[in-house]
């Protein structure tokens, strides 16, 4: 479930301008449609005249659910910058911004997403990093019923790694989300960044939020367009 990817090094300053098969039905609020000969239901706004009330219930009963992503969440501890984000699940890129996305449960009763820790060592020697093994090291809870959903069960076992000056280390997890939720990824509370010769700095929390609801729970994006997924991932 880790991936690791020296990568070059970007600039501090750059930080300010900054899912496992997928799910069988996915839309996009925002997104543009170029096309509706692919046996779905027209997007509200996009069908004969008069056909609008109907359209919008076959719509909302493909896609009863909408996931909110928020944009990437990140700071700097012990000089080691931290970036928590979710993943695009056709682009495979970083959800930069707050998206909604239309969604139904799949055949597994899940919808996946792809959640993405990165940590780059911005100092001049190298860094240990220490997190639970059996995970990676994120944690998912519900923010509503205080519970911690991932990771299910606490891991004893500690993992050891070394970050060296200028490399960045991607952390990537693969969720299956099987209920609706309002919750808070973050860093897991059991990770450490520990640099020699120095007071070992307590990171604060990384908080990045995201809810899966049913639509009448909710208040309603306005409709602009919609993405089918279902033949991307298989």
């Given at each position: 479930?880790?991936?690791?990817?020296p990568?070059?090094?970007?600039?501090?300053?750059?930080?300010c301008?900054?899912?496992?098969?997928c799910?069988?039905?996915f839309?996009?609020?925002?997104?543009?449609?170029?096309g509706?000969?692919n046996?779905r239901?027209?997007?509200?706004?996009?069908g004969?005249?008069?056909?609008?009330?109907?359209?919008?219930k076959?719509?909302?009963?493909?896609f009863?659910?909408?996931?909110?992503l928020n944009?990437?969440?990140?700071?700097?501890?012990?000089?080691?910058?931290r970036e928590?984000?979710?993943?695009?699940?056709?682009?495979?890129?970083?959800?930069?911004?707050?998206?909604?996305?239309?969604?139904?449960?799949n055949k597994?009763?899940?919808?996946?997403?792809?959640?993405?820790?990165?940590?780059?060592?911005?100092?001049?020697?190298?860094?240990q990093?220490?997190?639970?093994?059996?995970?990676?090291?994120?944690?998912?809870?519900d923010?509503?019923?205080a519970?911690?959903?991932?990771?299910?069960?606490d891991?004893?076992?500690?993992?050891?790694e070394?970050?060296?000056?200028?490399?960045?280390?991607?952390y990537?997890l693969?969720?299956?989300?099987?209920?609706v939720?309002?919750?808070?990824?973050?860093?897991?509370?059991?990770?450490?960044?520990?640099?020699?010769?120095?007071?070992?700095?307590?990171?604060?929390?990384?908080?990045?939020?995201?809810?899966?609801?049913?639509?009448?729970?909710?208040?309603?994006p306005?409709?602009?367009?919609?993405?089918?997924?279902?033949?991307?991932?298989?």
């Amino acid at each position: 479930m880790t991936v690791n990817n020296p990568l070059k090094l970007f600039s501090v300053c750059m930080l300010c301008t900054v899912m496992s098969a997928c799910g069988d039905l996915f839309g996009a609020g925002g997104a543009s449609l170029e096309g509706t000969g692919n046996g779905r239901p027209s997007p509200p706004g996009l069908g004969n005249a008069g056909d609008g009330d109907e359209t919008d219930k076959e719509f909302d009963e493909a896609f009863p659910l909408l996931l909110s992503l928020n944009e990437p969440a990140y700071d700097h501890c012990s000089l080691v910058i931290r970036e928590l984000q979710f993943i695009d699940p056709v682009e495979n890129t970083p959800v930069l911004k707050k998206t909604v996305l239309h969604v139904n449960f799949n055949k597994d009763h899940a919808v996946p997403l792809t959640v993405q820790l990165t940590l780059e060592n911005a100092n001049a020697v190298p860094v240990q990093i220490e997190y639970p093994q059996c995970d990676v090291p994120v944690r998912l809870q519900d923010i509503k019923n205080a519970v911690q959903i991932f990771p299910a069960d606490d891991c004893r076992e500690i993992k050891t790694e070394v970050l060296q000056p200028d490399e960045i280390r991607t952390y990537r997890l693969n969720y299956n989300l099987d209920r609706v939720v309002d919750g808070q990824w973050d860093v897991h509370s059991k990770m450490k960044l520990i640099v020699p010769d120095s007071l070992e700095d307590a990171c604060q929390p990384l908080p990045l939020h995201m809810g899966l609801n049913y639509k009448e729970d909710t208040q309603e994006p306005k409709m602009t367009g919609w993405r089918d997924l279902s033949m991307k991932h298989k």
